[in-house]
T-cell receptor, first 119, second 115 residues
Framework: KAGVTQTPRYLIKTRGQQVTLSCSPI?????VSWYQQTPGQGLQFLFE???????NKGNFPGRFSGRQFSNSRSEMNVSTLELGDSALYLC??????????????????FGAGSRLTVL | AQSVTQLGSHVSVSEGALVLLRCNYS??????LFWYVQYPNQGLQLLLK??????LVKGINGFEAEFKKSETSFHLTKPSAHMSDAAEYFC?????????????FGIGTKLQVIP
């Protein structure tokens, strides 16, 4: 069973540019979450998609956006990049159901991340 | 609201010594608790999870954690550290919020194992 695949693994951008990151979840997983990881801040939740709909959103500015396709693959986009956007962006998928008891127990399976450096 | 506090952003132990990584949580309802591990240049992977079936949870690679409701703690332990345990460890609390899963991670603890 293939894991969660994130592309690209590494990228360098300059301030003001925009970037698109891609995430292919485990086959059958319909929930995809995105996190930003920086030293000293840990993992900060960006958003979660389920069946092409954004279900939850973290406290990030509107420059951060995402979408999910019908095959559950997801992309996130950051526009007008700032130096502070340099981070490891992690995608995680889970077999989360639409609603239901015990959904809090779902395990997140993470990709290896996309490391973004903004110069 | 839910939150996680990991005491000690860096922990150093000698090879063969006890590993103890601390995690305290705050939650208004009984939570699900997880420990994930991240090796260099990799994503996070599950070590173990607590889902109320048993307070002592055994995970992979000899790790275990004990849920203590009275102390709101979920500390991770391993009796004897191995060099391969050097990694960053994240505690996470998860709730069923409005029917959906909401996960909050701690800031992480980097474990160094000294030969």
């Amino acid at each position: 069973k293939a894991g969660v695949t994130q592309t690209p693994r590494y990228l360098i951008k300059t301030r003001g540019q925009q970037v698109t990151l891609s995430c292919s979840p485990i086959s059958g997983h319909r929930s995809v979450s995105w996190y930003q990881q920086t030293p000293g801040q840990g993992l900060q939740f960006l958003f979660e998609y389920f069946s092409e709909t954004q279900r939850n959103k973290g406290n990030f500015p509107g420059r951060f956006s995402g979408r999910q396709f019908s095959n559950s693959r997801s992309e996130m986009n950051v526009s007008t990049l700032e130096l502070g956007d340099s981070a490891l962006y992690l995608c995680a998928s889970s077999a989360s159901r639409d609603r239901g008891p015990g959904s809090g127990a779902n395990v997140l399976t993470f990709g290896a991340g996309s490391r973004l450096t903004v110069l | 609201a839910q939150s996680v506090t990991q005491l000690g952003s860096h922990v150093s132990v000698s090879e063969g010594a006890l590993v103890l990584l601390r995690c305290n949580y705050s939650s208004s309802v009984p939570p699900y608790l997880f420990w994930y591990v991240q090796y260099p240049n990799q994503g996070l992977q599950l070590l173990l999870k607590y889902t109320s079936a048993a307070t002592l949870v055994k995970g992979i690679n000899g790790f275990e954690a004990e849920f203590k409701k009275s102390e709101t703690s979920f500390h991770l332990t391993k009796p004897s550290a191995h060099m391969s345990d050097a990694a960053e460890y994240f505690c996470a609390v998860s709730l069923n919020s409005g029917g959906y899963q909401k996960v909050t991670f701690g800031i992480g603890t980097k474990l160094q194992v000294i030969p």
